[in-house]
Every structure is written in structure tokens, then in C-alpha cells.
Nanobody
């Protein structure tokens, strides 16, 4: 079992930045991947960013060049740095861990981009 807790969401103006954090209840070092997803109202959940254990990074086209995923294996925290935020980035952001014993999800954190 893994508990994931996201933090760092909030209200930000277009063009602003936020940094999300995802704290895991156990070591993430050997996890297959740590991912960030988001779900906007009325839309399907989509993959935003992914970092595999081997250091492969994947980003949604809509966030490339603006968002950066990273993780601190000593603190068991995964981050999502979000820059130049747009109104269309408004969504609930979820942390996801791919582990040998299954996939785990956090409860999500709301990000609202509005002027």
C-alpha cells in the first residue's frame, strides 16, 4: 500500500506559477514511474507529466516547455513545477504511482487559473 498526498494547489493568475508536491508514504526509489494527471470539469483525466525510474520523461503537448516533473528520492516527494499557467490548465491535479503491486492515486489538489 502507498498513500499519496498532493499539496500546492490554489488560485493563480494567468502567466503565474505554482509548484505541486506529492508526498508518498514509502520509498519511491524503485517505483516504475511517478506521474501527474489532471481532470478538468466535464473532461477525461489526462496524463500531464511522467518520470520513470529509468529517468524517461513524458509531457503532454499542451504543457511541454512550461511544466517540469521531478522527484526527490530521499524525501519521497514528486514535484510538478508549473510555469506560464493558462486558464485551460485549471483542473484537479492527481499524483499517481506505478508500483510493482499496483497503481496508487492521491486525492487530488485543485489548480485554478483565473484573472
Amino acid at each position: 500500500q502507498v498513500q499519496l498526498v498532493e499539496s500546492g494547489g490554489g488560485l493563480v493568475q494567468p502567466g503565474g506559477s505554482l509548484k505541486l508536491s506529492c508526498a508518498a508514504s514509502r520509498s519511491i526509489y524503485n517505483f516504475g514511474a511517478m506521474n501527474w494527471y489532471r481532470q478538468a470539469p466535464g473532461k477525461q483525466r489526462e496524463l500531464v507529466a511522467s518520470e520513470t525510474r529509468l529517468g524517461t520523461f513524458t509531457y503532454a503537448d499542451s504543457v511541454k516547455g512550461r511544466f517540469t516533473i521531478s522527484r526527490d528520492n530521499l524525501k519521497d516527494i514528486t514535484y510538478l513545477q508549473m510555469n506560464r499557467l493558462k486558464i485551460e490548465d485549471t483542473a484537479v491535479y492527481y499524483c499517481n504511482a506505478e508500483t510493482w503491486d499496483g497503481d496508487y492515486w492521491g486525492p487530488g489538489t485543485q489548480v485554478t487559473v483565473s484573472s
